[in-house]
């Protein structure tokens, strides 16, 4: 069974048909790529899987998302423990205006996961995982803020690891980022891929060659193609997909 | 399109151009290499011997115009194909101009004896050669698979000539122990001609690779 799965997802903002009936399946402990020209609903797409469009008005969903085989949109569905389990990497570094150590016990604490010791443990062992951990153990109780970006962005990630999720969805993680610091991510991807399912969004397509072990195209809300990464960049099925990955268009 | 992939277009089509002008001084090497062994003309051959270096030095100037492009544009799917492609046809478009620069080489060594017999087959497999070089040029720069798979069949035709020629030489020395060496050198350019359409052939299974994605055989 796929960790995730659509079936015949369509997305609607107001009137705005966004995905037009994407079946896709993820599978478990790979690196998934979303690419694609802005506004093709990859973003949408990868929203879908934690349910953060429900923040936004207007919008509404038909079809299925099914983690581990159930509908996340069923109406029993506890949303927090989803995010829990679904966790999000956003473009821009976002860490709390307070301590490392805070940021990365705030989800522990709100969950009440840990306390203590159990707590300091936890919150190391996060930032083991996010390959910060040599970088900020003598500074834990300064502020995030202080980090770099490539750090802040290690740190979110830390967060996120810190609430035990099985999925890490990350749009754009590493846009804000200079060469040096999207590599460190993109080696932190690869480490996090032996326990964790990762979809990523990413405009960078040369990002998506090196770290994914699948990857689907988007184009006006379709899913054009989706096949292993190798293929789709070496010997894609549809001239779309030749045409934008190559830049003649979009 | 972005003026940046217009770039890209440009540098393939100049890549393209340059492939083929590595083309014609091959086609153009084993048709005076032949010419000279048959008009027994060692100036000739002299002039095929040293221009090899000119061949080789093109081949490397086209490898390194595909590395550039490689590192500068992140090239993928055909593009990809075609500029790794391209790096393998300029390999074997080298390796046949050894081929014409030794055929010239053999022709200065039977200058200056007069010709065991005249020459009909080992001419007529330069100028398939030199067909086969073009269209599998061609086919790489239409992407054309049914071209490609034409042109290689071809190679049926040379190898046929080949064991007629062999055939032909084998009852002269042993008739005559006196045409051995005569008959061997002769021998020798007939199998570098039969080379020459096995390397066209990889560049045909080439073609077929960058316009489909498939690697396949061929053996004909």
Known sequence: MSKLETRDLWFYYNDFEALHGISMRIEERRITALIGPSGCGKSTFLRCFNRMNDTIPGTRIVGEVLLDGRNIYAPDVDVVELRRRVGMVFQRPNPFPQSIYDNVAFGPRVLNLARGSALDDLVEQSLRAAALWNEVKDKLHSSALDLSAGEQQRLCIARVLAVKPEVILMDEPCSALDPAATLRIEDLMRELREDYTIVIVTHNMQQAARVSDYTGFFWLGELVEYDETGKIFTRPAQRLTEDYITGRMG | ?220
């Open chain 2, 1 to 220: 399109m972005s003026k940046a992939r217009a770039l890209f277009d440009r540098e393939l089509t100049d890549l393209r151009d340059n492939i083929l002008h590595l083309g014609n001084m091959v086609e153009a090497a084993i048709e005076g290499a032949v010419q000279a062994l048959r008009e027994q003309d060692k100036e000739l051959a002299h002039q095929v011997i040293t221009g090899d270096a000119e061949i080789n030095t093109k081949r490397y100037d086209i490898e390194e115009q595909c590395l550039r492009l490689i590192a500068t544009q992140q090239p993928a799917a055909g593009d990809l194909r075609a500029i790794v492609a391209a790096i393998h046809i300029v390999t074997e478009l080298e390796r046949m101009g050894d081929y014409a620069s030794g055929i010239a080489e053999l022709a200065t060594r039977l200058a200056d004896q007069p010709h065991l017999k005249p020459l009909i087959d080992v001419p007529r497999m330069a100028e398939i050669d030199g067909e086969m070089i073009r269209a599998s040029l061609d086919a790489y720069f239409k992407h054309d698979p049914d071209l490609a798979l034409e042109t290689a069949k071809r190679d049926a035709e040379i190898d046929g000539l080949y064991d007629q020629v062999y055939r032909e030489l084998l009852t002269y020395m042993l008739s005559d122990p006196q045409t051995i060496t005569r008959a061997t050198y002769l021998l020798w350019v007939a199998h570098k001609l039969e080379r020459i359409a096995d390397r066209v052939t990889n560049i045909c299974e080439r073609v077929i690779f960058i316009s489909t994605g498939e690697f396949q055989e061929l053996n004909f």
